[in-house]
């Protein structure tokens, strides 16, 4: 690998509302991360680690400093289909590893609503899924990994061994050491197929409640919530919970598993390329175009109904339409995630739709999930639901955005809140301090002064948040 700071590259997050430029680094192995570090500290520059850059905030740039690209360091290293263990890299996808074990009967127990995520970064955010109230983080079902420190150490960690380093490296957001191997338990499938059942719910109390009441029967839950509708029907929007298919409900589960049945198809209705598709959806994208698909999509959600799907299709229906966050404009998005205890979310998520509603700027997009608590030091999860806000950017409305943002973070920390370090970028010092309390606080950055004493790794989001 050659080491000159020569690779000055703009980088931007996933939802183009941030950009940072960054000497850009993509090692092939553990011994090429070592050469960065000596870098950095040669020339007193600080380390970010990225995996595909798919967090929609700033965990993944470092402006002014080095990026370490992991993506090249993409193998599965050890597959075994009898026992479900498998071993990778740190930069291999979810789109790699499902592809790889599904055929023979085997899917990831947690993944993200995008497939295009790197293990390494799923484990520095300790991504959820829609079973999250079921399954718990992608953090609970990690066996083992190896990383490597900024002082040069190589260590291995299991939830015994370097139990406080695996429980706060798995969602510290890269701060603490590099993962050079990842080993995960994969969960048994019968078939290729999941039972789908979508509902219409007609207001937000409807919608919580039957997030919270239906969960428990199934093994994935999920809403979508018109956020452009207010008064009687605000947060009304539909829900889809789906089950494992088990015995013989599936007569062909050898055909069900084959990839050719779980791969999305590149084209709309066999013609229109569906790589463009983000060109047609630009019209749409301001507050007038969005009411019209909101009020559409909830019209169309009115029937009750049971379907089959693709466990692909059903967990990666965004990726159905490649660089669909393009269709935002020059500015981009901001996703705004916050997680509520289930007493407090109906009140706090009302207020808050309502704000900006009121204000102007309603989200375009509002995604549910139930979710339960985690053991992990930087964790995000609760036992209460989740709801998941894509606004749209301007150069007019960035920095009134930013305020109501800022108005919502008081409203999640006053409601007994959290929020997630992969989505929201316009949290500060004092509001993560607010949910995160001191202890943690504390902890996490004993951790840091133990394995990056130096401070090699920092991000533009540590830099927010713990600088
Ligand atoms: C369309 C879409 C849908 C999504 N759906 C979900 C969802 O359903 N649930 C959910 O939880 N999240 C979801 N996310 C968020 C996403 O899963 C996280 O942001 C995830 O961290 C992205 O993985 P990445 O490989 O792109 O990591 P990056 O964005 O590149 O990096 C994320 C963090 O990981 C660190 N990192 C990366 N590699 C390593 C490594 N090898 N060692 C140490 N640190 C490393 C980075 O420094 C950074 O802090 C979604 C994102 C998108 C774009």
Redesign the pocket.
Known sequence: MSLTLNNFTQLEN?GHSLRAPSYRFQPKCAEDIQEVFRLAKQHELTV?????????ND??LNGGGIMLD?SAMNQILEWDSATGLVRCE??V?LEKVWQKVEPEGWWPPV????M???L??????N????NNFKMGTIGEHVVEFT?LLPTGAEITCTPKKNADLFHA?ISG???L????SITMQMKRIESGLLKVHAWPVHDLHEHLSILLDRAPDHDYIVGWMDTMNGGKSLGRGQIHAANYVHGNEDPNPQKTMQLNNQILPPRIFGVFPKSSLYIFMRPFANNVGWWGVNVAKYMASLRTHTFYQSHAAFHFL?DYVPNW?LSYGRGGLIQYQSFLPKETAEAAWREMLNLSLKLGMPSYLGVTKRHRPDNFLLTHAVDGFSLALDFKVTDRNRANLGLMLQEFDKMVIQAGGRF?F??NSETSAEHARAFLGDETIEKFKKLKKRCDPNGVLE?D?YRRLFG
């Open positions: 996933f970010t680690a990225r995996g595909a850059g798919r967090s929609y965990a993944a992991l740190p930069g996808t993944v993200s609503g995008t295009k995520t790197t390494g970064g799923c484990l520095s955010a991504i959820h899924g829609k990383a490296m957001l890269g701060m050491g590099i993962f050079t965004l966050e997630y992969a989505k991000s989001l």
